[in-house]
């Protein structure tokens, strides 16, 4: 566990310092996407929670994720990125899809120039532009934490953005980086990709972890505390 706090204590972290944000919805990491975008130099949003703030943009999303009631707190995001000063990177383009299924008819979209995702189709991945820009970005950092997938990484279709993120995360942890990845399906990416030994360190504390980094006082990290004190 002190390894894990030592990790995970952001305001001690070398900067440039990015956070790359995925999973399915907003509602379950904004507390931690509020805490982060105060904290960090680069915010990467990507997974189904990145379809609120695209819509937050004015962009067409067709039938993906969003949660309606949170578009203005998205869009306050953005503003307090904007006022801060913190590069925030949003999907340029995804790969569309017809249908949620494993082998469902699919396209990259770009969002650049108007374009949008056409009515009934969905967004299940990063596409190969915002990848590179994800990727282009990440070479500017010292220090990198990574929760939630970028992708419907069930479907190896869908899970090509997240596991080319693994992919550059390792390699910018070989090249002196920290990096640090927590959250089911993110170890379960890097473990895919055979890199999980090359990351900075890898938590197991889930939901423990995104709560900490959101700025939550976790009892037995409080009790820890009190007894070291």
Excluded: Y
Excluded at 130 to 159: C, H, M, R, S, Y
Excluded at 206 to 221: I, Y
């Amino acid at each position: 566990m002190e390894k894990e706090l030592a990790f995970l204590r952001l305001d001690e972290a070398e900067r440039p310092l990015a956070a790359i944000i995925g999973g399915a919805k907003v509602s379950s990491k904004l507390p931690v996407i509020t805490a982060l975008v105060e904290k960090v130099n680069i915010l990467v949003l990507g997974g189904g929670l990145a379809f609120t703030f695209l819509k937050a943009q004015g962009k067409d999303v067709g039938a993906s994720l969003v949660e309606d009631d949170l578009i203005a707190t998205a869009s306050g995001i953005i503003t307090k990125a904007e006022e801060l000063g913190v590069t925030l990177i949003v999907p340029t383009d995804v790969i569309a899809a017809a249908e949620f299924k494993a082998d469902a008819e699919n396209e990259v979209i770009s969002f650049a120039d108007g374009g949008g995702i056409r009515e009934g189709w969905m967004g299940l991945d990063a596409g190969p532009a915002t990848v590179a820009a994800i990727a282009d970005t990440l070479a500017t950092a010292k220090t990198i934490i990574w929760n939630g997938p970028l992708g419907v990484f069930e479907f190896d279709a869908f899970a090509q953005g997240t596991l080319a993120i693994a992919t550059k995360l390792a390699e910018l942890t070989g090249a002196g980086c920290t990096s640090i990845v927590g959250g089911g399906d993110s170890v379960a990416a890097v473990e895919k990709m055979g890199v999980a030994s090359e990351m900075s360190h890898v938590s197991t504390g889930g939901g423990a972890t995104l709560e900490l980094l959101g700025g939550a006082t976790l009892p037995g990290v409080a009790a820890i505390a009190d007894l070291s004190a």
